[in-house]
T-cell receptor
Framework: KNEVEQSPQNLTAQEGEFITINCSYS?????LHWLQQHPGGGIVSLFM???GKKKHGRLIATINIQEKHSSLHITASHPRDSAVYIC??????????FGEGTQLTVNP | DAGITQSPRYKITETGRQVTLMCHQT?????MFWYRQDLGHGLRLIYY???????DKGEVPDGYVVSRSKTENFPLTLESATRSQTSVYFC???????????FGEGSRLTVL
């Protein structure tokens, strides 16, 4: 079993829909990242969380340390949000462990 | 330009050849990382470095060598490339353990 599990693996939505991507992890962590990767593109860090909730534009990330769970929400989704979203956790030492990613497609 | 850059962006080589992927960052970040990204595996850590002259193995280090003689550079060498090393390689940096991460654009390597 992976230390970091994301769901769903694939998600298709219509423009304007509210989207949630989930991340569960099984180890103690010091912080969690949500990353975005566009097709053929580089990787960008959207959020780094160690507790609570962060918001940036239409994106919201939450984390529940006790439940070892984080969610990434996208409000009023747009086709340009189509990308792979990756959850990653800083666990022991300097190791960052990644989920396998969620492929999001937003149709116009 | 400021940031983290990788070179080459694309490389085709043959089995058995030595290949070096370069990573350069201008922030003087302490931590640097090399990952490979493959379908079905996500991102996997090859090697990381907490400071100049300090390197450590990650999840999939076999067949790779790294060095960190200067803080800003972290080259990754495939001493004798194999087809299983065909992948997209990402370099990343951070100013501290469990810190904000910055990724390079990636280097797509094909081993024939």
């Amino acid at each position: 079993k992976n230390e970091v599990e994301q769901s769903p693996q694939n998600l298709t939505a219509q423009e304007g829909e509210f989207i949630t991507i989930n991340c569960s992890y099984s180890v103690g962590i010091s912080a969690l990242h949500w990353l975005q990767q566009h097709p053929g593109g580089g990787i960008v860090s959207l959020f780094m969380l160690s507790s609570g909730k962060k918001k940036h534009g239409r994106l919201i990330a939450t984390i529940n340390i006790q439940e070892k769970h984080s969610s990434l929400h996208i409000t009023a989704s747009h086709p340009r949000d189509s990308a792979v979203y990756i959850c990653a956790v800083w666990a022991s030492g300097s190791r960052l462990t990644f989920g396998e990613g969620t492929q999001l497609t937003v149709n116009p | 330009d400021a940031g983290i850059t990788q070179s080459p962006r694309y490389k085709i080589t043959e089995t058995g050849r030595q290949v070096t992927l370069m990573c350069h960052q201008t922030w003087s970040h302490s931590y640097m990382f090399w990952y490979r990204q493959d379908l079905g595996h996500g991102l996997r850590l090859i090697y990381y470095s907490a400071a100049a002259d300090i390197t450590d193995k990650g999840e999939v280090p076999d067949g790779y060598v790294v060095s960190r003689s200067k803080t800003e550079n972290f080259p990754l060498t495939l001493e004798s490339a194999t087809r299983s090393q065909t992948s997209v390689y990402f370099c990343a940096s951070s100013d501290r353990a469990a810190g904000e991460l910055f990724f390079g654009e990636g280097s797509r390597l094909t081993v024939l």
